[in-house]
């Protein structure tokens, strides 16, 4: 089993539509979360981190399951600009501040 | 302030030839990493520093690849001999020790293409 599993997608949603992508995990000792985006052709970025008590970033939502080992991400009002692949990320945690990635969830937004 | 550099950008070899990869960390940051990312896949670790000293090369295929990172700053990877299946992107990321809730910050990556 993978340490972090997401859909592969593709998503393909019309512009304003809303999107949501999970991820699960595998360490039940997995210590931080993230979402990181990633443009074709580009290095990953940073999009925002996932707490327990969920946290939102304008139109981006995150939330945490730790009980489930579950991370979604919630996308609101769809831009062109959103088409990227998602990266769920988790800190497995052990002493180091090691990341471990997804495979990615691919996002194309059409007009 | 400035961010992880990378370079070359690009590089094309034959199978059996030798690569390096150099990588110049965001000042400060103890903690640098080697990532390999093969199309249509998430990024892989491949070795992880904290200042010049290795904590987890546990993915690292010791037979081909090396990395060193010399006083605890800048780093090389390198590939000898190199495969058809090495192709990916090679990604360097460094972040703050106490960077745990923060992630880290990847460089442009360099694209190594084995023909």
């Known amino acids: 089993r993978k340490e972090v599993e997401q859909d592969p997608g593709p998503f393909n949603v019309p512009e304003g539509a809303t999107v949501a992508f999970n991820c699960t995990y595998s360490?039940?000792?997995?210590?931080?979360f993230f979402w990181y985006r990633q443009d074709c052709r580009k290095e990953p970025k940073l999009l925002m981190s996932?707490?327990?008590s969920g946290n939102e970033d304008g139109r981006f939502t995150a939330q945490l399951n730790r009980a489930s080992q579950y991370i979604s991400l919630l996308i609101r009002d769809s831009k062109l600009s959103d088409s990227a692949t998602y990266l769920c990320?988790?800190?497995?945690?052990?002493?180091?501040?090691?990341?471990?990635f997804g495979a990615g969830t691919r996002l194309a937004v059409h007009p | 302030e400035a961010g992880v550099a990378q370079s070359p950008r690009y590089k094309i070899i034959e199978k059996r030839q030798s690569v390096a990869f150099w990588c110049n960390p965001i000042?400060?940051?103890?903690?640098l990493y080697w990532y390999q990312q093969i199309l249509g896949q998430g990024p892989k670790l491949l070795i992880q520093?904290?200042?010049?000293?290795?904590?987890?090369d546990s993915q690292l295929p010791k037979d081909r690849f090396s990395a060193e990172r010399l006083k605890g700053v800048d780093s090389t990877l390198k590939i000898q001999p190199a495969k058809l299946e090495d192709s990916a992107v090679y990604l360097c990321?460094?972040?703050?020790?106490?960077?745990?809730?923060?992630?880290?910050?990847f460089g442009s990556g360099t694209r190594l293409t084995v023909v």
């Open positions: 996932v707490y327990s």
């Open positions: 990321a460094s972040s703050p020790i106490r960077g745990r809730e923060n992630g880290y910050t």
């Open positions: 990320v988790v800190n497995s945690g052990g002493g180091y501040n090691k990341l471990i």
């Open positions: 000042s400060g940051h103890a903690t």
């Open positions: 520093f904290q200042n010049n000293g290795v904590v987890d």
């Open positions: 360490n039940s000792a997995s210590q931080s």
